[in-house]
């Protein structure tokens, strides 16, 4: 398989300033979609100002958030800290939420800081005015750990909502066949099994979702570069058991664009936000490259290869950092 990666974006500095010129918005500025009507802002999901800048008078049906988690991958912050700027980026959610809403928050939980900060989030979010619906937990393949501790796994979803969102439950059937027969039950003096009360031959996810892939490598929505790409698989499930066609649905921390992606493909419309320019640019090429070649990802080449083939310092910097081999990889691309 032809391999032309990005390395992490995040954890090489150099790299991102010479992917920089490449991203076509700056602080503050949006991207209005002339096809389908998503936004796309290089905005700051604290600033009340610049995301009022994006919706006008418009509310969403559904927010879908996945901030950076406070550890391992990220800089670590003070919890407090953390938890004061959580509740900044959830007014702003709230606010341009509609009467009946839904909000779905990715956060993680450190084994080694008494789960923090998931225990602290949910304690702030009960004067947010959201009320809680459910705890989904999702089961990661990879997941890191030690010999002498249960390997970790789970990623964490809270589900809130503001006043009565629909729930689509035919959203909630997995493809997993059921196989089990049992649970005997008396209806109109028959017995019954779950096999002939149950609407659906497959599995309902329920909250615990053990049928999402975990982005990687091999996987054509993989968007090498970012390093927390959210499945298709899990925002989709999500969009599609609490929104409609048409509706608004937003995400103030966009990375690879899952959450623009998926409302593309669902026929929603998305307002997404980063604050940093370059996923921006990366959540905007993703969903231009889906509408161009149906691709969901760029599996193990990247959204950049073409400028990194034409710019001399992108690749002195890739192949004396990572070794990367310009000869080999030109040839490849002229074949591709
Ligand atoms: C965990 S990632 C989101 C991953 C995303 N769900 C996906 O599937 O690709 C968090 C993102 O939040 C962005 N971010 C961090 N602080 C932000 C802020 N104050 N406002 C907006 N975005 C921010 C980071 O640049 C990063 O791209």
Redesign the pocket.
Known sequence: MFNFPLPRIDSDDELRSLLLPYSRLNAGEIWYDPLNKHKVGC????DNASIKKIFNDEKAVLAIH????NFVAFEEREILTFIEWCRK?VKNSFDFSAENSSLYV?LGADQNKHFQPLPDFIIMMRESGFKSRSFISMRNQRGYGTQQNWMSIRQELLYYIKGKPEFNIEAEYTDIPKILNGYYKTVNGEETDNFERSKSKFIRAGNIWVDVQQVFYRMEEN?NG?Y???PLKAINRIIQSASSKNDLVI?????????LLSSEINERRCYT????PV?CEIAIRRLENYRSSGKTGWQNLNPFAEEILNDKKLRDHLSNKYDYNFELISSKTDAY
């Open positions: 905005i700051d999901a604290t996945d901030p950076p988690y980026w990715w968007v970012c927390v790409q959210k995400d103030f921390f966009a990375h690879s664009g899952s959450t936000t980063d604050i940093d996923y």
